[in-house]
């Protein structure tokens, strides 16, 4: 079957213009997250989302950054007002997270860059 | 908070044994996975710990104390291919833990 999609796979903007990133998860697939990685950088965590559940927002960086799940399914991030500094890969993952199940499998990523 | 550290590279040769270290400090998490991340790919899944000890899946091997809070990655005969990013990660049980944190990373270089 289909693994998880984003897209746009790269993304050139403008400094101060919003810009959405999409993330279509594996079907059936109850949890959805999304990281930032910055080159040659870590897995930086910003929004999870798990079934019916509030989304833990706890790593989205500034209030510019918004996150949303439509019909337990795709997924959106929205950056808006971008700033050079959100420049990185932006990573979404799904899978069960059900107990002990924490594979996660991961699309390639979106490379935003704001010039 | 949850927070994973690990070697931030190691180098290796070809054909020997190199092991990677995580050490965490986080409330109780269901296991410690590894995922492997060539660059410009997406992390993959290598393995998961959900008890403590090791865990063997073909070169790759990898081990959990939850009372040392530490654990590791184990990669035999080491190849070429096998350069990469290593990252391990929790999950912990419910509420704000329950998201999948990773550690800080190990670029792995293996030379010939």
């Known amino acids: 079957g289909a693994g998880v999609s984003q897209s746009p796979s790269n993304k050139v903007t403008e400094k101060g213009k919003d810009v959405e990133l999409r993330c279509d998860p594996i079907?059936?697939?109850?949890?959805l997250y999304w990281y930032r990685q910055s080159l040659g950088q870590g897995l930086e965590f910003l929004i999870y989302?798990?079934?019916?559940?509030?989304?833990?927002k706890s790593g989205l960086p500034s209030d510019r950054f918004s996150a949303e799940r439509t019909g337990g399914s795709v997924s959106t991030l929205t950056i808006q007002r971008t700033q050079q500094e959100d420049s990185a890969v932006y990573l979404c993952?799904?899978?069960?997270?059900?107990?002990?199940?924490?594979?996660?499998?991961f699309g390639q990523g979106t490379r935003l860059t704001v010039v | 908070g949850q927070s994973l550290e690990q070697p931030s590279e190691v180098t290796a040769v070809e054909g020997a044994i190199v092991q990677i270290n995580c050490t965490y400090q986080?409330?109780?998490?269901?296991?410690l996975s590894w995922y492997q991340q060539h660059d410009g790919g997406a992390p993959t899944f290598l393995s998961y710990?959900?008890?403590?000890g090791l865990e063997e899946t073909g070169r790759f091997s990898s081990f959990l104390s939850r009372s040392d809070s530490y654990g590791y990655l184990l990669l035999q005969e080491l190849q070429m291919k096998d350069s990469a990013s290593y990252f391990c990660?929790?999950?912990?049980?419910?509420?704000?833990?329950?998201?999948?944190?990773f550690g800080t990373g190990t670029l792995l270089a293996v030379q010939p």
């Open positions: 993952a799904s899978g069960y997270a059900v107990g002990g199940q924490t594979e996660a499998f």
């Open positions: 079907s059936g697939h109850t949890a």
């Open positions: 989302f798990q079934g019916n559940s509030a989304p833990d």
């Open positions: 986080t409330s109780g998490f269901y296991g």
């Open positions: 710990n959900g008890l403590d």
């Open positions: 990660a929790v999950r912990g049980y419910g509420g704000a833990t329950n998201k999948l944190i």
